[in-house]
């Protein structure tokens, strides 16, 4: 089992930056798989980012602007959101996967995941 704590999210203005923190207990922390959802309001879950042994992964809408890293140490992944558009806005989630191999796109593909941290991109 894996618990998975968010924090960092907020209120920013449009061009701002925010960097969110995942801290993870209850396995191995530098075996897992890790990914960042976001979820806005009607809308489904979608991936924006995952570190795995294999590199880092960006999607698409935000390739350039966030990135993805890890701190084994202190058992945290983080994910650094840089010129923030009203569109980020969302509920941020991390997500964990025991199996270090294979897709990392998709929801299904992680078996843990937090609660969810708000963050909010005023125009």
């Known amino acids: 089992q894996v618990q998975l704590v968010e924090s960092g999210g907020g209120l920013v203005q449009a061009g701002g930056s925010l960097r969110l923190s995942c801290a993870a207990s209850?396995?191995?922390?530098?075996?897992?798989?890790m990914g960042w959802f976001r979820q806005a309001p009607g809308k489904d879950r979608e991936f924006v980012a995952a570190?795995?042994?294999?590199?880092?992964y960006v999607g698409d809408s935000v390739k350039g602007r966030f990135t993805v890293s890890r701190d084994n140490a202190k058992n945290t992944v983080y994910l650094q959101m840089n010129s923030l558009k009203p569109e980020d806005t969302a509920v941020y989630y991390c997500?964990?996967?025991?199996?270090?191999?294979?897709?990392?796109?998709?929801?299904?593909?992680?078996?843990?995941w937090g609660q969810g941290t708000q963050v909010t991109v005023s125009s």
């Open positions: 209850g396995r191995t922390f530098s075996s897992l798989a």
């Open positions: 570190i795995t042994r294999s590199g880092t």
């Open positions: 997500a964990a996967r025991s199996q270090p191999w294979g897709p990392i796109t998709g929801p299904g593909d992680y078996d843990y």
